[in-house]
């Protein structure tokens, strides 16, 4: 393999560092198998809603999830192809 001078993984570096919390991680990971509202995950990971909600807002910042409104419900699910891909290879 070469190295690739021009190719400087700006981006990929991005995503790997926030994921690189646990609680992201998992939240990712769960919304990997389905689109879940705030209550659903907090509930699920067993974590003070607020503590959930920042997480989720640095996720959705960042490009790797994204929040579909629907009534007073946001459903969140997971829309980058390196974040997918990283939990498909965490398996």
């Avoid at 993984?9 to 990971?29: D, M, N, S, Y």
């Avoid at 807002?57 to 891909?85: D, F, M, Q, T, W």
Wanted: contains cysteine.
């Amino acid at each position: 393999m070469e190295f690739d001078k021009s190719r400087n993984f700006t981006e990929e570096a991005e995503i790997f560092k926030v994921l690189g919390h646990p609680i992201r991680l998992k939240i990712v990971a769960g919304l990997c198998t389905r689109e879940c509202n705030v209550k659903h995950i907090w509930e699920c990971l067993g974590l003070p809603q607020a503590t959930v909600s920042q997480h989720l807002a640095l996720l959705k910042n960042k490009g790797i999830i994204e929040g579909k409104r629907e009534g007073v419900e946001v459903h969140y699910s997971v829309v980058h192809p390196l974040a997918k891909k990283l939990i498909e290879v965490l398996g």
